[in-house]
């Protein structure tokens, strides 16, 4: 079984239009996350949901916005694709509990390009 | 800014050599530091972790060495194989939800 799965795994969009990325754990963690990954392979942290609450909520355009329908997912909606927003998007979960390890569990990605 | 600088970006490594790659932290408040490893195609991976209370961690192969009064941290790969090629990404958090990561190491293993 999958732990952290995303879909799609590939989109390719032209600019201008509003897509949409979906990521669901079965690990039964309380806390998720999504990064960016560009082409030089940096991980940048966009959003984090604890138990549905928005936590973390990194300097990100607007255009993105994070849905979290129960805690076991976390959806991504990007409005007015641009070409910037070319790049690679991890899921990733993890619980945290008062002194533990923030160990996080990643999805294997959706590869985004705008045309 | 980036609390985690990493370096080097690339390495290359002849099999059975020592892959080194070296992290450099400045928030104090942090208090965990994991190592993660990305396969091309595929998301990162938690390898080794450690807590700044131990100056060392070996699991397998790798081994991180902790310097806590230089605010470093180092990933060591012993014996590296060719399936060590990939991507690793050292980071650190203060026990809270956000892990900082450095740029990352693509490791290339020559056999």
């Known amino acids: 079984d999958t732990a952290v799965s995303q879909t799609p795994k590939y989109l390719v969009t032209q600019m201008g239009n509003d897509k949409s990325i979906k990521c669901e754990q079965n690990?039964?963690?309380?806390?998720m996350y999504w990064y960016k990954q560009d082409s030089k392979k940096f991980l940048k942290i966009m959003f984090s949901y604890n138990n549905k609450e928005l936590i973390i909520n990194e300097t990100v355009p607007n255009r993105f916005s994070p849905k979290s329908p129960d805690k076991a997912h976390l959806n991504l909606h990007i409005n007015s694709l641009e070409l910037g927003d070319s790049a690679v998007y991890f899921c990733?979960?993890?619980?945290?509990?008062?002194?533990?390890?923030?160990?996080?569990?990643f999805g294997p990605g959706t590869r985004l390009t705008v045309l | 800014q980036q609390q985690v600088k990493q370096s080097p970006q690339s390495l290359i490594v002849q099999k059975g050599g020592i892959s080194i790659i070296n992290c450099a932290y400045e928030n104090t408040a942090f208090d965990y530091f994991p190592w993660y490893q990305q396969f091309p195609g595929k998301g990162p991976a938690l390898l080794i972790a450690?807590?700044?209370?131990?100056s060392e961690k070996k699991e397998g192969r790798f081994t991180i060495s902790f310097n806590k009064s230089a605010k470093q941290f180092s990933l060591h790969i012993m014996d590296s194989q060719p399936g060590d090629s990939a991507t690793y990404f050292c980071a650190a958090s203060k026990d809270d939800y956000k892990l900082s990561f450095g740029a990352g190491t693509t490791v290339t293993v020559r056999a």
């Open positions: 450690i807590r700044p209370d131990v």
């Open positions: 690990l039964g963690h309380d806390t």
């Open positions: 990733a979960s993890s619980q945290v509990a008062s002194g533990g390890a923030n160990t996080q569990y």
